[in-house]
T-cell receptor, first 116, second 110 residues
Framework: GAVVSQHPSWVICKSGTSVKIECRSLDFQATTMFWYRQFPKQSLMLMAT?????????EQGVEKDKFLINHASLTLSTLTVTSAHPEDSSFYIC????????????FGPGTRLTVT | QQQVKQSPQSLIVQKGGISIINCAYENTAFDYFPWYQQFPGKGPALLIA?????SEKKEGRFTISFNKSAKQFSLHIMDSQPGDSATYFCAARGTYKYIFGTGTRLKVLA
């Protein structure tokens, strides 16, 4: 149980285009999902917290107009990187918190974004 | 105060040895401390977690030791195997979100 999927697992896009990444909780409902960014050999950096049916809360320094987050249902959150640039190339990981309110966050497998 | 300091940055252990990774925190409001294992190109996977009212938790070859007064916790991997070679992250839960340590790259030599 407690499986989180991400799609796509990797994506290459051209500079200036937008890319959407999906995060799904497959066997539980998640009122809260988190989006992280990870650069090579570095730790996970929380970008934003999304709550089902409400606006996402962004961490300091994260551009909310560039990284659009939508949490339209209890099992799906999306991250759209708008007008992507090479510096947006990174590993994006989502996690989901069980609606039952356990402490645990369950992580997805990550999405590798490369902007050329 | 929101940081979690993790050491060492990298660790090399012989097969069968004990791997020890340490973390320290400042915020006494943290109430949950998980450890994650991450392989290259994959998302983090929960290994083991502990709450601050427990001093030790063991699951198989993995043990967390927790020292509340010192605000430190550590991961011990007994009988380390080459398949344990990965990056390990400690984390601490504050309110609703996790604060991650900087990671430890473990290499277990065959």
């Amino acid at each position: 149980g407690a499986v989180v999927s991400q799609h796509p697992s990797w994506v290459i896009c051209k500079s200036g285009t937008s890319v959407k990444i999906e995060c799904r909780s497959l066997d539980f409902q998640a009122t809260t999902m988190f989006w992280y960014r990870q650069f090579p050999k570095q730790s996970l950096m929380l970008m934003a917290t999304s709550n089902e049916g409400s606006k996402a809360t962004y961490e300091q320094g994260v551009e909310k107009d560039k990284f659009l987050i939508n949490h339209a249902s209890l099992t799906l959150s999306t991250l759209t990187v708008t007008s992507a640039h090479p510096e947006d190339s990174s590993f994006y990981i989502c996690s989901a918190r069980d609606q039952q309110g356990s402490y645990e966050q369950y992580f997805g497998p990550g999405t590798r974004l490369t902007v050329t | 105060q929101q940081q979690v300091k993790q050491s060492p940055q990298s660790l090399i252990v012989q097969k069968g040895g004990i791997s020890i990774i340490n973390c320290a925190y400042e915020n006494t409001a943290f109430d949950y401390f998980p450890w994650y294992q991450q392989f290259p190109g994959k998302g983090p996977a929960l290994l083991i977690a502990i709450r601050p009212d427990v001093s030790e938790k063991k699951e198989g070859r993995f043990t967390i030791s927790f020292n509340k007064s010192a605000k430190q916790f550590s991961l011990h991997i007994m009988d380390s195997q080459p398949g344990d070679s990965a990056t390990y992250f400690c984390a601490a839960r504050g309110t609703y979100k996790y604060i991650f340590g900087t990671g430890t790259r473990l290499k277990v030599l065959a």
